[in-house]
């Protein structure tokens, strides 16, 4: 029987083509009329070059490179993608492995060996990762010739093209060479003709499955879940919305966890996630990660016919029946709609604070008890008008008491304050919970608090709906993996953000990069009201958006992640209870862009004030707080 590495050798020299640019190499079709290539061949975005295929001269325009210094070696990732007219007939295109190589791989590389003229040379050999270029693959054993950058590396352990060959050794160096991940494509593309890539080379090998049925017959390891399921996952993930880079790195750290090494190259695509995870070491429990991404995002996808093809996946798909086991644990262990149970029972105390009349500079508070929609009992609510300063010594005399619940070992109450819209950012959980004994205790940490906004909270029955329909979709949903980013650099106009919520119908939860005080979150937060959001978190002081500023690493973006990981698996009732924990995280572990000065706006449009069907106000406050 034909050795199944050959063949595929066979395979990749059909998509072999040479590249006439700013210098002449080797190059390869990754698409419908789409050749990878190294930049310094192909040139800049924009330039003009020719690529020969099949005795046959093609124009082509470079669509995509990376930058060149035009001196000594091309920066990292020194990738191109050149733009073609597909010829009649169409081509071929190889499979993309973007896996990093296993220490112990055999590596093909094919490429044209400007030595010998334009006759395909092969060269293959061992490799090893590091050197004085620690993000490439390093090739060893055989040599690289000179016209073979830009020719691809095939992994003959998974049987996918995993490399881009860019150099040959350098003086004093082994035989060998260097050669630039797939995964770096992600570098040099824009997301969405990424995704359009990926979507165009998945759909051709579904069609053509010469190369995926040879690289399944590979005797090598094919990882956790096996080559065949991953592309059945990657299909299946393909099915959801777009997400940002952002989004992806909050689910690939609500897996891997806060302490895994990020990636390397923007998240682009669902995949890009699987094959992060998948070359991570396992978890301490042994469970792989990519069954653990697949098991999140069921829980936590709008669309139920994804959901369920991601557990019917999951089931299928473990190799080990250590792996079945766990994976039909947490199915069942995975969310069911209802809330926890602590989080179901807890009462409320509800701050209601509103304008006096037409004067904005002084304010009427009522407080209440909240049980349920039936049982909401007055504590407070005929008190004087007072000033800002007058209103938050009042509610810091009050809160504490009204903090520590009934006489029960229940557990604390919540507490919402329903505020006017430029208070929102009042400090109420940094207020001290027993002023008297405990300086160090602050409500936040021993109570879960949001506010929620007045006239929001005011407004008639009849006007609910969309607010009504987002809390509603939230229902049964994982909040962590649906929660939705706001950039650091958001600078849209009120109309173009309506534009964004009013596309996604379902959106329920979002992360602000700072204070709706400043730019980046001012119109989020405004537009996200009037469209129905119901859960919006954010810092005081988060991140501005300053362009000179890299929001990779910044307080927004270190917000959202931790975020997104601390609701992982929360359901919607559960939220209060989970940013409580954060809180108490961020003082522990002196995280405080984590954490500290957060505001979670939770709305549960079933929890306002009933009037009409209030208890008398001799009731309830002496069962709730001694006088």
């Not at 990020?262 to 429990?285: F, I, K, M, Q, T």
């Amino acid at each position: 029987m034909p050795d199944p590495t050959d063949q595929l050798t066979t395979l990749l020299k059909t998509c072999l083509v040479l590249v006439s640019g700013r210098g002449e190499g080797s190059g390869f079709f990754i698409g419908p009329g789409l050749v990878a290539t190294c930049a310094h061949v192909a040139g800049a975005t924009g330039d003009r070059v020719t690529v020969e295929w099949r005795n046959s001269a093609l124009s082509g325009t470079v669509a995509w490179a990376s930058t060149l210094t035009g001196r000594g070696i091309a920066p990292y990732p020194d990738l191109a993608v050149v733009e073609v007219a597909v010829p009649s007939g169409g081509h071929p295109a190889v499979w993309l492995d973007d896996h990093l190589p296993a220490m112990s791989a055999r590596l093909v590389v094919v490429g044209h060996a400007r030595t010998y003229g334009p006759q395909v040379g092969r060269t293959s050999g061992w490799f090893a990762h590091g050197g004085d270029y620690e993000d490439m693959i390093r090739l060893t054993g055989d040599e690289v010739v000179p016209g073979m950058s830009g020719a691809p590396v095939l992994n003959a352990e998974t049987g996918g093209v995993c490399g881009v060959t860019k150099a040959t050794r350098r003086s004093g160096q082994p035989s060998g060479g260097v050669a630039v991940p797939v995964r770096a494509l992600r570098e040099i593309m824009e997301p969405a003709p990424y995704r359009r890539l990926r979507r165009e080379h998945d759909a051709h090998h579904r069609r053509n499955r010469r190369w995926t049925s040879l690289a399944d017959d590979l005797p090598g390891p094919a990882g956790s879940v096996g080559r065949r399921a991953e592309r059945e996952l990657r299909a299946i993930l393909a099915g959801l919305p777009a997400a940002d880079h952002d989004q992806h790195l909050t689910a690939y750290r609500a897996v891997a966890g806060e302490l895994a090494v990020p990636p390397r190259h923007p998240l682009h695509d669902h995949g890009d996630v699987v094959s992060e995870l998948a070359g991570l070491l396992p978890a301490e429990d042994g469970f792989p990660h990519v069954l653990a991404y697949a098991i999140d995002m069921s829980f936590g996808v709008a669309d139920q016919s994804v959901a369920e093809a991601l557990r019917v996946w999951a089931r299928l798909s473990p190799q080990a029946v250590r792996d079945r086991d766990e994976v039909a644990t947490r199915l069942a262990a995975g969310r069911t709609g209802g809330p926890d149970a602590e989080t179901a029972r807890r009462p409320s105390v509800l701050v209601y604070v509103r304008p006096a009349g037409q004067d904005r500079q002084r304010y009427r508070c009522e407080l209440w008890r909240y049980d349920d929609h039936d049982d909401v009992t007055p504590i407070a609510t005929d008190g004087p008008d007072r000033s800002l300063d007058e209103l938050r010594r009042h509610l810091r005399a009050r809160l504490p008491e009204l903090a520590r619940g009934g006489p029960d070992d229940g557990p604390r109450p919540l507490i919402e304050l329903v505020l006017p819209h430029h208070l929102l950012d009042e400090d109420v959980d940094h207020w001290l919970e027993a002023p008297d004994r405990n300086p160090w205790s602050v409500i936040g940490q021993t109570n879960p608090v949001v506010v929620r906004e007045l006239e929001r909270f005011d407004e008639d029955d009849d006007r609910l709906g969309a607010w009504r329909r987002r809390w509603k979709a939230l229902d049964g949903q994982d909040v962590g993996a649906v929660l939705t980013t706001v950039s650091c650099a958001e600078r849209r106009e009120h109309r173009a953000l309506h534009a964004w919520f009013q596309l996604e119908p379902t959106l329920g939860a979002l992360v602000l990069p700072c204070s709706p005080q400043e730019v980046p979150a001012r119109g989020a937060l405004e537009v996200g009201l009037h469209c129905g959001i119901p859960i919006m978190v954010w810092r005081r002081r988060g991140c501005t958006g300053r362009p000179e500023t890299a929001h990779r690493d910044c307080p927004g973006s270190r917000l959202a992640e931790a975020v997104a990981a601390e609701l992982r698996r929360a359901g919607r009732e559960d939220v209060p209870e989970r940013i409580m924990r954060l809180r108490n995280r961020a003082g522990a572990d002196g995280h405080p862009e984590c954490g500290h000065d957060v505001v979670l706006l939770w709305d549960d449009p079933g929890r306002r004030l009933p009037r009409p069907r209030m208890a008398p106000p001799t009731q309830g406050a002496d069962q709730w707080v001694s006088s």
